[in-house]
């Protein structure tokens, strides 16, 4: 059973258009959801930490937001440089401080 | 400023032989984790250490073993490969404030033939 989901599995966006990006959870005692950026041969780039519910994060174009059972990273006007796979990451009390990763959302943002 | 340095970037093996994978920090972070990244299964976690002399297992730690004498350095063997093995592996770091996240390496990509 699939503790951290994500979706949608890839997105392709047209130059400008805003989307989001969902992370689901279902994990008990949140400690944290972190957002993570991977480009195609690199490790994953640390985005954002969200400690609670109605907590919110900005960095650029991306805003990070979380409620009690899910995530989502909202695109504003993207540009063909967002492309990347975008990861979400859990750690929780019965995790010994270790991240719980989702499989990820593969972005395209065309010109 | 280095961060997490994981060698070697890339590495072909035999069924059968044994390697390590090394990955050194400089942040003097106290927790150190080994991820594999497969198509499909996204990130999973290998081994991991919270201190030096102290490792534990993870959710798929067969096939693998780990030490940590030093703060700095996390090796991971692999003690005789197979093909399920391929695979592309992460070191990552933190200094265990959650706020800070993890530091990532760049990866090793892992063939066993």
């Known amino acids: 059973e699939d503790q951290v989901t994500q979706s949608p599995e890839a997105l392709r966006l047209q130059e400008g258009e805003s989307s989001s990006l969902n992370c689901s959870y279902t994990?008990?005692?949140?400690?944290?959801l972190f957002w993570y950026r991977q480009d195609p041969g690199k490790g994953p780039e640390f985005l954002f930490t969200l400690y609670s519910a109605g907590e919110e994060k900005e960095k650029e174009r991306l805003k990070a937001t979380l409620t009690k059972k899910e995530s989502f990273l909202h695109i504003t006007a993207p540009k063909p440089e967002d492309s990347a796979t975008y990861l979400c990451a859990v750690q929780y009390g019965g995790s010994q401080g270790n991240l719980i990763f989702g499989k990820g959302t593969k972005l395209s943002v065309k010109p | 400023n280095a961060g997490v340095t994981q060698t070697p970037k890339f590495q072909v093996l035999k069924t059968g032989q044994s390697m390590t994978l090394q990955c050194a920090q400089d942040m003097n972070h106290e927790y150190m984790s080994w991820y594999r990244q497969d198509p499909g299964m996204g990130l999973r976690l290998i081994h991991y250490?919270?201190?030096?002399?102290?490792?534990d297992q993870g959710e798929v730690p067969n096939g693998y073993n780990v030490s940590r004498s030093t703060t700095e350095d996390f090796p991971l063997r692999l003690l005789s490969a197979a093909p399920s093995q391929t695979s592309v592996y992460f070191c990552?770091?933190?200094?265990?404030?959650?706020?800070?996240?993890?530091?990532f390496g760049s990866g090793t990509r892992l063939t066993v033939v």
């Open positions: 250490s919270v201190g030096a002399g102290i490792t």
């Open positions: 994990v008990s005692g949140l400690r944290g």
């Open positions: 990552a770091s933190s200094p265990g404030q959650i706020a800070r996240g993890y530091t």
